[in-house]
């Protein structure tokens, strides 16, 4: 894949729900997609939040949403090749903490409470 690097943004008023990541322009590299990120911020007031994708590893992903509980995404990520430690099923949130199972049913059970298992979401929730 030549441009693997994906923007992506949300916007609270789409038709497909304000959880829903409208696909943006894709990037080489990190380091293009986070300038072009910082250019086109200010430019787009209706938009609530943008991320940047790495696609190379897209296809892993089973399932992504953004956590009632803290507000936080979190993926849960088909490791069966192994490709990183943890289990083979890993929860992934957004700080990047990474709870594995052994299971999909497992992680599907706890994407949506990362305060149990991602500190710095223990934490913000400490705070608020
Ligand atoms: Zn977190």
Redesign the pocket.
């Known amino acids: 894949m030549k441009s693997p690097f994906q923007i992506q943004f949300q916007m609270p008023d789409h038709p497909k729900g304000p959880d829903y990541w409208q696909p943006g322009r894709v990037f080489k590299t990190r380091e293009a997609a986070e300038a072009a990120l910082a250019k086109s911020q200010p430019l787009c007031p209706e938009m609530s939040a943008f991320r940047i994708i790495d696609r190379r590893g897209a296809s892993r992903i089973v399932s992504e949403a953004k956590s009632r509980q803290?507000g936080?995404v979190?993926q849960v990520i088909d490791n069966r090749d192994g490709q990183d430690d943890g289990g083979d099923w890993l929860a992934i949130?957004?700080?990047?903490?990474i709870c594995g199972f052994d299971t999909k049913t497992a992680a599907m059970r706890f994407r949506p409470v990362?305060?149990e298992w991602?500190?710095?979401?223990q934490q913000?929730e400490a705070v608020a």
Do not use: K, Y
């Open positions: 803290t936080t979190v949130c957004e700080h990047g903490s990362p305060g991602c500190e710095e979401c913000a």
